[in-house]
């Protein structure tokens, strides 16, 4: 059993293994009613941990021992102790031989950590702590061990049966049994040990690498997938030759294995040599699959696979440093997929989810910073602090070095590390040492949780033609840090002159050559910049290209705005000005008479985008899009949800109606022609005729309703069918909604992955997804509260993004997530645990939803016996 006693764990308390595996041998015998797991282990003491006479102990949880053996004896029960959740062993030498066997129950394994089931498949999740579920071990990180495993199992039911490294021995048993034995030559964490067993097909595909080796690619799924599995293998095949042309980074193994898998806790899983995804993350054809989910697809396999250096060779010395390898790799994910698209577009996307997202985790009770001093359940830590923050913390050092010297650091950070289990400060040292850069101050980053707020102000001096900037910074206390030391922030910046062009950054009045764009380095509470030879006040562009993950506060004026949208020479500016300028119509709407009048020129700014053809499509696609509720709430103290909905739908309802002709001509140019492609200019043309269609139907057009029935009913791809059943869904066009909606699921019911989007399409909709339509969907014959991606579809997308309805007066969305949190936390606590997200910030709401929100979470921390999981966030959470 787990244990139930809530215990913190610190950072300072780190001790290196006192004992070391060199070599783990495992053998599963899988039945339908269990699992026999034989494990033998070389052990020795570490030489480099002081305790010479340290016992033995080794992890475990959910595991019935049946024997243990040292050096090939038998120990008697007086020799071990098996308290759970480790298992110890007194008296050993300084070298030994141990064999452990444990029974284990995977189809009862609800939680998804371990060895479990998933439809009629074997599969494993071990990432951070699931090998202790399977056998006793030092389940930690900075233990590496070479792994190899023999797989038994019954022939008909599972022909396929997979695990790291590569296939040494098959052959067959008695009763229709067979074995196929696996060997990994590279030590690896436990964390990274994986093991499939199904009746899977096998796609297979090959790679050859910068050196001219062939490498077998295989992917297996299930038969009914077996046409899902090509963009999944052509992202592959993209992702290793751009971390061979970028990084220098060449796969080591002579096969790589992709397998799906229905229930799964989280996207994917980098296991060495078999990576483990979620059905949802890496299986598409066009009619079943969107846009989003085929750019989803090609970035998470290039994350998983860029892991393999950034995580799997170079690894973690324990899970405080879990951003070295996922804020790295997401790093890595990045710049990849702005490579195989458009640059601006990805950052505007990834600056859109940390402003939204990560900025509330730091500001809320669970802020921690990047390298966190302290958890109670490892699991929870899994965040958009370590992954998306993490990914900017990199970035920085990335513009801070320029590309050379930071790909002259990544290459010193590989070969120096290789093989071996590191902390994020051996990651900035390599790029220290490679660089010749100080990074001391900058390490801050990796200690000091919290947004840094920047400050500035500016000052022209007609007479000097000098143009000033003032910025300070400020870091907000979080819990448990207070009086905050300033940060290193590289703040890029550009001035625009009054005809919009890029002017000569003059910091020195006697410089000549001066460039147009400077990152400016922040490092002290405040600085005053001056810029030379300004002929007359210019219009700053601050923060390029999101070059810091930082609030800036600077008292913009809409003129500026209306100026940086069409000028600025930076693409992610130009965006940015666009969706200040509506956050700040939004927000002065918020609480009006519903005559006030709406800011004339915004429906001018939106309608330049609509109509000029000159401008790059793909801004335009984004710069359409009104900031989110959800954004719009993060950047409230006291949050009114009514009201800042309402303020928004109106904004949204005005733009449509006012736009009308135009949004019906940007419909039809858009329109699609030929089979569906994947590709960046074609999605592109998608989501302009999609969003177009959006607005229409949000203002009931009844020449966008026949557009939307005649599209809903024709489309050749998912992406179009989709979007026209979300905006029927979203208009009050009540018949079509719920025919479109009952033909939807008729048509797709035999596909989860469609039937999610089925859910979440409803439980998103603030008009068809009102608590008692979302009620109804949990007893729906597709539901399935075994399965994390219909519980997300459902109750995650619900209280995530149907704020409207989420945030009802009477606090029944409260009380209706916390009821299945409570439902979900014996079965599932990983999942239960990420579900309480959307209350935990409720200190930042208006009084009228407070008081609901946090009686929400009282009665979460109620409930007897509840897990470390949703114990840590709820406590924190209602914390003074
Ligand atoms: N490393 C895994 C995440 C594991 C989560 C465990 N609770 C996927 C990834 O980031 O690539
Ligand atoms: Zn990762």
């Given at each position: 059993?787990r244990?139930q006693?809530?215990?913190t764990?610190?950072?300072?308390?780190?001790?290196?293994?006192?004992?070391?595996?060199?070599?783990?041998?495992?053998?599963?015998?899988l039945f339908e009613?269990?699992?026999?797991?034989h494990?033998?282990?070389k052990i020795?003491?570490n030489p480099?941990?002081?305790?010479?006479?340290a016992?033995?102990?080794?992890?475990?949880?959910?595991?019935t021992l049946?024997?243990i053996s040292?050096?090939?004896?038998?120990l008697a029960?007086?020799?071990y102790e098996?308290?759970?959740?480790?298992?110890?062993v007194?008296?050993?030498s300084?070298?030994?031989?141990?064999?452990?066997?444990?029974?284990i129950?995977?189809?009862?394994?609800t939680r998804?950590?371990g060895?479990?089931?998933s439809?009629?498949?074997?599969?494993t999740?071990?990432?951070?702590?699931?090998?202790?579920?399977?056998t006793?071990?030092?389940?930690?990180p900075?233990?590496?061990?070479?792994f190899?495993?023999?797989i038994?199992?019954?022939?008909?039911?599972?022909p396929?049966?997979?695990?790291?490294?590569n296939?040494v021995e098959?052959g067959?048993?008695?009763?229709g049994?067979h074995?196929v034995?696996?060997?990994?030559?590279?030590?690896?964490?436990s964390?990274?040990?994986?093991?499939?067993?199904?009746d899977?097909?096998?796609k297979k595909?090959?790679?050859t690498?910068?050196?001219?080796?062939?490498?077998d690619?295989?992917?297996?799924v299930?038969?009914?997938?077996?046409?899902k599995?090509?963009?999944?293998?052509d992202?592959?095949?993209?992702?290793m030759?751009?971390d061979?042309?970028?990084?220098g980074?060449?796969y080591?193994?002579?096969i790589?294995?992709?397998?799906?898998v229905?229930?799964?806790?989280?996207?994917?899983m980098?296991?060495?040599?078999?990576?483990?995804?979620n059905?949802?993350?890496v299986?598409?054809s066009?009619d079943?699959?969107?846009d989003?989910a085929?750019q989803r697809?090609e970035?998470i396999?290039?994350h998983?696979?860029?892991?393999?250096?950034s995580?799997?060779r170079?690894?973690?010395?324990?899970?405080?440093?879990l951003?070295?390898?996922?804020?790295?790799t997401?790093?890595r994910?990045?710049q990849?997929s702005?490579?195989?698209?458009?640059?601006?577009v990805?950052?505007i996307e990834?600056?859109?989810?940390?402003?939204?997202a990560?900025f509330?985790?730091?500001?809320?009770?669970?802020a921690h910073?990047v390298?966190p001093a302290s958890?109670?359940?490892?699991t929870?830590?899994y965040?958009?602090t370590?992954y998306?923050?993490g990914?900017?913390?990199v970035?920085?050092i990335?513009?801070l070095l320029?590309?050379?010297?930071?790909r002259?650091?990544?290459?010193l950070?590989?070969e120096?590390h290789?093989?071996?289990a590191?902390?994020?400060?051996d990651?900035?040292?390599?790029?220290?040492?490679?660089?010749?850069?100080?990074?001391?101050?900058?390490?801050?980053w990796?200690?000091q949780?919290g947004t840094?707020?920047i400050s500035v102000?500016?000052?022209y001096?007609?007479?000097?033609?000098v143009?000033r900037l003032?910025i300070r910074?400020h870091?907000?206390d979080?819990?448990?840090?207070?009086?905050?030391?300033?940060?290193?922030?590289?703040?890029?910046?550009?001035?625009?002159?009054?005809?919009?062009?890029d002017q000569?950054?003059?910091?020195?009045?006697?410089e000549?050559?001066?460039?147009t764009e400077r990152?400016?380095?922040?490092?002290?509470?405040?600085h005053t910049?001056e810029?030379?030879?300004?002929e007359?006040r210019?219009?700053?562009s601050?923060?390029?290209?999101?070059?810091?993950?930082?609030?800036?506060?600077?008292?913009?004026?809409?003129?500026?705005?209306?100026?940086q949208?069409?000028y600025?020479?930076?693409?992610?500016n130009?965006?940015d000005?666009?969706?200040?300028?509506?956050?700040?119509?939004?927000?002065?709407?918020?609480?009006?008479?519903?005559?006030?009048?709406?800011e004339?020129?915004l429906?001018?700014?939106?309608?330049?985008l609509?109509?000029?053809?000159s401008?790059d499509?793909?801004m335009?696609?984004?710069?359409?899009?009104?900031?989110?509720?959800?954004?719009?709430?993060?950047l409230?103290d006291?949050?009114?949800v009514?009201?800042?909905c309402?303020?928004?739908?109106?904004?949204?309802?005005h733009?449509a109606?006012?736009l009308?002709?135009?949004?019906?001509?940007?419909?039809h140019r858009n329109?699609?022609?030929?089979?569906?492609?994947?590709?960046?200019?074609?999605m592109?043309?998608?989501t302009?005729r999609?969003?177009?269609?959006?607005?229409?139907?949000?203002?009931?057009d009844e020449?966008?309703r026949?557009?939307a029935?005649?599209?809903f009913?024709?489309?050749g791809?998912?992406?179009d069918?989709s979007?026209?059943?979300?905006?029927l869904v979203?208009?009050d066009f009540?018949?079509?909604?719920?025919?479109?909606?009952?033909?939807?699921y008729?048509?797709?019911q035999?596909?989860?992955q469609?039937v999610?989007?089925?859910?979440?399409?409803?439980?998103?909709?603030?008009?068809?997804?009102?608590?008692d339509?979302?009620k109804?969907?949990?007893?729906?014959?597709?539901?399935?509260?075994?399965?994390p991606n219909?519980i997300?579809a459902?109750?995650?997308?619900f209280?995530?993004q149907?704020?409207i309805?989420?945030?009802?007066r009477?606090?029944s969305?409260?009380n209706?997530l916390?009821?299945?949190?409570?439902r979900?936390?014996d079965?599932?606590?990983?999942?239960?645990?990420?579900?309480?997200?959307?209350?935990?910030?409720?200190?930042?709401?208006?009084?009228?939803?407070?008081?609901g929100?946090?009686?929400a979470?009282?009665?979460?921390?109620?409930?007897?016996?509840?897990?470390?999981?949703?114990?840590?966030?709820?406590h924190?959470?209602?914390?003074d």
């Open positions: 059993m244990t006693e809530h215990r764990i610190y950072l300072n308390e780190y001790r290196v293994p006192m004992f070391l595996v060199d070599h783990v041998d495992l053998r599963f015998e009613e269990g699992a026999r797991v494990s033998t282990m020795r003491r480099d941990s002081e305790d010479r006479e016992r033995l102990e080794l992890d475990g949880d959910s595991l049946e024997t040292l050096n090939g004896q038998t029960s007086g020799d098996d308290k759970g959740d480790k298992l110890i007194r008296e050993v300084d070298e030994f031989s141990l064999t452990i066997v444990t029974w129950e995977p189809q009862n394994n998804l950590e060895l479990y089931k439809s009629g498949m074997f599969c999740q071990c990432e951070a702590q699931g090998f202790r579920c399977i006793f071990f030092p389940d930690r900075d233990v590496m061990a070479r190899s495993t023999r038994e199992a019954d022939k008909a039911l599972y396929i049966l997979l695990s790291n490294g296939d098959r067959e048993l008695d009763d049994r074995f034995t696996w060997e990994d030559p590279f030590p690896k964490p964390y990274l040990f994986a093991l499939v067993a199904g899977l097909v096998e595909d090959r790679f690498t910068m050196s001219a080796r062939e490498i690619l295989r992917m297996y299930e038969p009914r997938n077996s046409e599995c090509e963009h999944a293998l992202s592959l095949k993209r992702a030759r751009w061979e042309e970028v990084y980074r060449e080591d193994l002579d790589f294995m992709i397998v799906a229905d229930d799964f806790n989280m996207g994917a980098e296991n060495k040599g078999l990576n483990i995804f059905s949802s993350c299986l598409a066009s079943t699959a969107t989003a085929y697809i970035a396999v290039a998983e696979y860029f892991h393999n250096w995580g799997n170079v690894t973690c010395r324990d899970w405080f440093q951003s070295l390898k996922e804020g790295f997401v790093f994910d990045s990849f702005s490579d195989m698209g458009s640059a601006t990805k950052r990834d600056a859109t989810l940390l402003r939204t990560q509330a985790e730091d500001a809320g009770p669970m910073p390298r958890y109670m359940e490892i929870n830590f965040t958009l370590i998306e923050k990914c900017e913390v970035g920085m990335h513009t320029g590309p050379e010297l930071f002259k650091g990544s290459d950070y590989f120096r290789d093989g071996q590191v902390t994020t400060d990651f900035v040292k390599a790029m220290e040492d490679a660089s010749g850069r100080d990074l001391t101050q900058f390490r801050l990796y200690e949780a840094p707020v102000e500016d000052e001096d007609a007479e000097r033609k143009y003032n910074q870091i907000p979080t819990p448990g840090q207070r009086n905050k030391k300033p940060q290193h922030i590289p703040f890029a910046v550009g001035l625009l002159n009054e005809r919009g062009e000569p950054l003059k910091l020195d009045a006697s000549n050559e001066a460039p990152v400016l380095e922040l490092t002290e509470a405040e910049f810029f030379h030879d300004i007359a210019p219009v700053p601050l923060l390029r290209n999101f070059s810091a993950p930082v609030r800036v506060r600077y008292a913009w004026t809409r003129e500026q705005l209306m100026f949208m069409n600025d020479s930076d693409g992610f130009r965006w000005a666009g969706q200040r300028l509506a956050i700040d119509v939004i927000q002065s709407l918020v609480h009006q008479p519903s005559e006030t009048p709406i004339p020129r429906v001018a700014a939106y309608g330049h609509l109509t000029d053809s401008l499509q793909a335009v696609a984004k710069m359409l899009q009104l900031p989110s509720e959800a954004y719009l709430l993060e409230n006291a949050a009114d009514q009201g800042i309402e303020a928004r739908t109106r904004v949204l309802n733009l109606l006012n009308r002709e135009e949004l019906v001509a940007c419909y329109g699609d022609s030929g089979p569906y492609q994947p590709t960046p200019e074609a592109t043309r998608r302009l999609n969003s177009a269609l959006g607005w229409l139907l949000q203002i009931n020449e966008g026949v557009l029935l005649k599209q009913r024709e489309a791809n998912m992406t069918q979007a026209a059943l979300r905006a979203n208009s009540e018949d079509d909604r719920a025919r479109a909606l009952a033909d939807f008729q048509q797709w035999h596909d989860p469609v999610e989007q089925w859910f979440s399409v409803q439980a998103s909709s603030p008009k068809a997804g009102g608590l339509a979302v109804a969907l949990l007893e729906h014959k597709a539901f399935d509260w075994k399965n219909k997300r459902v109750v995650g997308v209280a995530g149907n704020l309805n989420f945030h009802a009477d606090a969305g409260y209706f916390a009821r299945h949190i409570v979900l936390d079965s599932n606590p990983q999942i239960a645990a990420r579900l309480v997200a959307p209350l935990t910030r409720w200190r930042q709401y208006a009084e009228t939803y407070r008081h929100m946090k009686a979470l009282e009665s979460v921390r109620d409930k007897a016996s509840l897990s470390p999981d949703v114990y840590e966030v709820v924190k959470s209602l914390a």
